[in-house]
């Protein structure tokens, strides 16, 4: 853009956070932009390529050319009432949206797409950021006039999953579309996204055709231990080494002939190996290549790689964003480049990778492990620095576990968590997935990801103790201030289970992949001694499961033929759900005689079976046998502790998945239009620092999601607070203004209960007293009606700035907050995240019927909380919302108090469809 053009985007009040890049239906990348100035010559450009039907579809009437004034109308707009977005591939626009504001909370759209195109989902992208944009601007309804022959058009609305309705007039189809989001638009948006996405990973986990790229040091030494990983993996596919050799056998690591667990085939397979001494000499096309070289090199070569037609790079040089300003410049470079040539970036600082493609299995990764399984690994891996995923590789290998493949971001410029987990939603050779997170880039989009993947693979997580918290070396992502809980919250709320350790990652996965899922919690004990049943049985109540009777003991000495016959046994019982095995030889070594029985008594039964077997470790062959649907393994886990630990992990994943967790929140009487035309109001001078609601507002706003708050009169004095009193009835309350004193009977703050005028002037003198001891001044009064008696608790939300809305619940009082006894989720809720979150405190007895106290009515409190997260979810523009108390009583809730602060919305993630950068 030139100096001119920025100067007027600015002084047109450009919205840049509309800017994304974006993947479309077939999975390639676009940018999408608000229209500039500087735009009419591709825009003339773009009109002219359209077909005669195409530009009859759009302006009704045969147009060859945009006139000077059509064109100074089309790219000179205001951003707010007329709105035009355009998606581009480099300099060349492909589609362009816009809205024009025609009445309070409408506008009318159109759309422009491309005739070469067509079919690859640029309308649906333009609606969905349209949208989202109009929703900012107050719009809550498109209106459109289409052609009835223009099929296409009518599809991009009807398909949104918004509210559509249609009428015809004068020959033309005249279409409205609510804007509000619905489960349904959420739905197809996920759906949409997961689709685009997972098929823009395929050429990096599903190619078939592999360049390494090597120069210089230390980037040579880099690509030619990936030029070996490759060889060794048995890939067939073509193989296209630039300045690189491949290592030498046994070089750094172990030989090809050990097992490391990835589930590759060996060398068996001569692979197609090309050599070039320029990238130029490189035949297109090639699905991954895979960079080492000088960074600034790493950059240089886009140009080339795109001309080979790659559709994915690995960079594995570092120098990038870890390594100060110039290096941010480098991979905001690096990463402007990919995009603009189409090509996903994963890196830079990357391991490396492992895939599966039509010429099957390719490792181009660091690790040179070397491979013998055949390639039908069924777990899937994701890390993000180099120190990390060397450590994966080495506790898979250690444990046996078959991959199918493995991913490391690095600096994590592009490719993500969320992306490598929406390509394991649709890879059918899952089983498991499993993460070590440094960092959390979108966790909004990480939630809802993590949800819908969780629905048909387990995940499993391990996240540092700072993550979320701190941005590691390298990674430009937004951190938190709220307490590490909220994403162990987040990860619970999704079904993800939480790991401790890489080795308890990679023990709760062989546990999810090798066996089926805990049908319940009723555990029995086998163990080769009392010492063995006595730690198994304390394992078992010290993680919340159940003894399924007393434990099956055998002789420390016992061989094969005792253990076939305590197996036996157990398979003809029904009350148990899963068991325990236990063996430790008196005299050391592995029994695998033993081990053979167990794995026999295992195969095919529909429960699980987990082992602690002396001398065995992971998935191994002598605990492998023969199934009805091929060989099934018994994990062996180190210790009774663990083999229990990871059992309670996969019953609650089991109880997780099984359980009905309702459709999103919807209670009646919303009007999130009128609290967002309220809340533009307020922001529209966009104040630098968060502004707190005058009461009124706050509980005007708080109304428009039918939440009502309990009126409070200022009063100035004893005479004023006895007539507040005779107006609202008696008793009341008599608060002070000030927000920590105000919840605060013990100091003085609030008094309750108060019948008649003397008691009233009395508390009025004591009250002014007692806060002007505590602060040094005096504060305003108020009186509120009494709400009915009840537990007092306390409901927020939040804006943060990595998660965006979060949601606490609490009962109020010190022992509650000091014990930081809180729930947190992430909006959008289900009814179950409700239920949960209400329930899930310590203190929710208190709410149900705690040592004979009346049950309370919870439901009311419910619809209390659901509203709250409808109104987080709707308006990032809300930085906090706090409703305390809630007064929860036999029959209703009542809130009490409530405050809210707005500031400048700064949400990663609202329902538009983008790529992380």
């Known amino acids: 853009m030139s100096q001119a053009a920025e100067d007027d985007a600015r002084a047109s009040g450009y919205p840049a956070h509309w800017e994304a890049d974006v993947v479309l239906r077939d999975g390639t990348t676009m940018h999408i932009r608000p229209i500039r100035p500087d735009d009419a010559v591709a825009l003339q450009r773009f009109h002219t390529s359209q077909s005669e039907q195409s530009i009859y579809y759009r302006f009704f009437a045969p147009m060859a050319r945009l006139s000077d004034a059509d064109l100074h109308r089309f790219t000179h707009v205001d951003h707010h009432a007329r709105v035009a977005l355009v998606l581009t591939r480099g300099p060349e626009i492909r589609a362009v949206g816009r809205f024009d504001v025609v009445g309070p909370g409408e506008a009318e759209v159109a759309f422009n797409v491309s005739d070469a195109e067509q079919g690859r989902g640029l309308g649906s992208v333009l609606l969905d950021h349209l949208a989202a944009a109009a929703r900012e ?5 498109f209106l459109a006039d289409v052609l009835p022959v223009n099929a296409r058009m009518v599809a991009v609305f009807r398909d949104a999953g918004y509210e559509v309705t249609q009428e015809m007039d004068d020959g033309v189809l005249r279409v409205s579309v609510s804007l509000e989001e619905t489960e349904r638009s959420w739905t197809v948006m996920a759906e949409r996204e997961q689709h685009a996405e997972a098929l823009s990973m395929r050429t990096l986990l599903s190619a078939g055709s592999v360049l390494v790229v090597g ?7 880099l690509a030619a231990r990936t030029a070996r990983s490759l060889l060794d993996s048995g890939f067939t596919g073509p193989v296209h080494l630039v300045g690189t050799v491949p290592e030498h056998d046994g070089a750094g690591g172990t030989d090809g002939s050990e097992h490391d667990g990835t589930g590759g085939p060996g060398r068996g397979t001569a692979p197609d190996v090309h050599h070039h001494e320029r990238l130029a000499d490189v035949p297109r096309p090639v699905d991954l290549a895979v960079v080492a070289a000088d960074p600034d090199e790493v950059v240089a070569s886009v140009p080339a790689l795109a001309a080979a037609g790659v559709g994915s790079v690995v960079v594995l040089s570092a120098g990038f964003a870890e390594a100060g300003p110039v290096g941010r410049r480098r991979q905001h470079e690096l990463l402007r480049r990919t995009r603009e040539a189409g090509i996903r970036l994963l890196g830079p600082a990357s391991f490396g990778l492992v895939g599966h493609g039509p010429a099957g299995r390719y490792d181009v990764s660091l690790w040179g492990g070397g491979s013998t399984a055949a390639g039908d690994g069924w777990l899937g891996l994701f890390c993000q620095s180099i120190p990390s995923g060397l450590s994966l590789r080495a506790h898979g290998a250690e444990r046996g576990l078959p991959l199918a493949s493995f991913v490391s971001a690095g600096n994590r410029a592009d490719v993500s968590g969320n992306d490598t987990m929406q390509f394991w939603g649709r890879e059918g050779r899952l089983r498991v997935g499993a993460l070590q997170l440094e960092s959390v880039g979108n966790a909004r989009k990480f939630s809802r990801v993590a949800r819908r993947v969780s629905d048909s693979i387990p995940l499993v997580a391990l996240v540092s103790s700072r993550t979320g918290q701190v941005a590691p070396p390298g990674h430009a992502v937004r951190t938190s201030a709220l307490p590490r809980r909220v994403l162990e919250e987040l990860l619970r709320q999704a079904g993800v289970v939480r790991a401790d350790s890489p080795a308890n990652l990679f023990d709760i996965a062989a546990v999810l992949g090798a066996q089926p899922s805990p049908r319940g919690r009723r555990v029995m004990v086998l163990a080769g001694s009392q010492a063995l049943a006595a730690l198994a049985t304390d394992a078992l109540l010290a993680h919340e499961l159940d003894l399924a009777g007393e434990p099956v003991v055998l002789d420390p000495t016992a061989g094969p033929a005792d253990y076939d016959r305590a197996a036996a046994d157990l ?17 050391g070594g592995t029994d695998r005689a033993v081990a053979q029985v167990v794995a026999r008594a295992a195969a095919g039964d529909p429960r699980t079976w987990v082992a602690s077997f002396f ?11 023969e199934g009805p649907q091929g060989p099934e393994t018994v994990p062996s886990l180190p210790g009774v502790d663990t083999a229990c630990q990871v059992l309670a992990a996969a019953a609650d994943h089991a109880v997780w998945h099984a359980s009905d967790r309702g459709g999103l929140v919807d209670p009646p009487g919303i009007d999130p239009a009128q609290a967002r035309a309220l809340v533009a109001g307020r922001l529209a001078d966009e104040p630098e620092e968060p502004q707190r609601l005058p ?17 409070a009169v200022p009063v100035a004095d004893e005479d004023e607070a006895v007539a507040a009193a005779e107006r609202v009835g008696w008793p009341v309350a008599l608060k002070t203004t000030d927000l920590v004193l105000r919840h605060r009977s013990d100091l003085g703050g609030v008094r309750l209960d108060l019948a008649d005028a003397d008691a009233l002037r009395d508390a009025v003198r004591h009250m002014g007293e007692r806060t002007q001891a505590l602060l040094g001044r005096s504060t305003g009064l108020e009186v509120q009606a009494m709400a009915p008696p009840g537990a007092a608790c306390v409901v927020r939300g939040t804006e943060d700035e990595l998660y965006g809305p979060v949601l606490a619940f609490g009962l109020g009082g010190d022992a509650v907050e000091l014990l930081e006894d809180v729930s947190y989720r992430i909006p959008p809720l289900t009814t179950r995240d409700v239920q949960e979150m209400v329930r899930s405190v310590r203190a929710a007895p208190r709410l149900l019927g705690h040592r004979g106290l009346p049950v309370l009515d919870v439901a009311a409190l419910e619809d209390v909380v659901a509203r709250v997260s409808m109104l987080t979810d709707d308006l990032p523009e809300v930085a906090r919302v706090e409703l305390n108390p809630v007064i929860v009583g036999e029959r209703g809730a009542v809130t009490t108090s409530a405050v809210v602060d707005l500031a400048r919305p700064a949400r990663t993630d609202n329902g538009r469809r983008t790529l992380p950068g």
Do not use: K, M
């Open 137 to 141: 601007r107050g719009v809550e309804r």
């Open 215 to 221: 120069d210089g040091e230390p980037g040579s030494a």
């Open 571 to 587: 398979l003809r019982r029904t009350d148990w759900d899963a068991a325990v095995v236990a063996h430790a030889p008196p005299l």
């Open 615 to 625: 001398g065995l470790h992971g998935l191994t062959e002598a605990l492998t046998a």
């Open 695 to 711: 009461a009124g507002a706050t509980s005007e706003l708080l109304a428009c999601y039918g939440i009502d708050v309990l009126p």
